[in-house]
């Protein structure tokens, strides 16, 4: 019950994030290819890090062949892509 709360907690500030993303033109701020990679950097690493954080919940039981490791594959694969693009577009661009 108490990874089902974190669980709640982490999503509704995610979805509060995306909401005040998607809202950010009607305070004047103009998006840039910068503000894309950064916050898109930004997301995936959180979700990668949410999914990665659940340790034993799974999205694909572990059992299953050839397939049950690999929600945790991908849930390090997000944390190192959303890394490394926040990274080049604070950094690159």
Known sequence: MKKLARLLVVLALIAGL???WLNLDAFGIHASL???L???GAS???VG???AAL?????IPDWI???GRLDDS?????VAAGLGTGLVGYFLV
Do not use: N, S, T
Request: no cysteine.
């Open 18 to 20: 995306i909401l005040f």
């Open 34 to 36: 910068r503000f894309y």
């Open 38 to 40: 950064v916050g898109g």
């Open 44 to 46: 995936a690493f959180a």
């Open 49 to 51: 890090l949410l999914l």
């Open 55 to 59: 340790g034993r919940w799974d999205l």
């Open 65 to 67: 062949p050839l397939f």
């Open 74 to 78: 991908i849930a390090w694969i997000l």
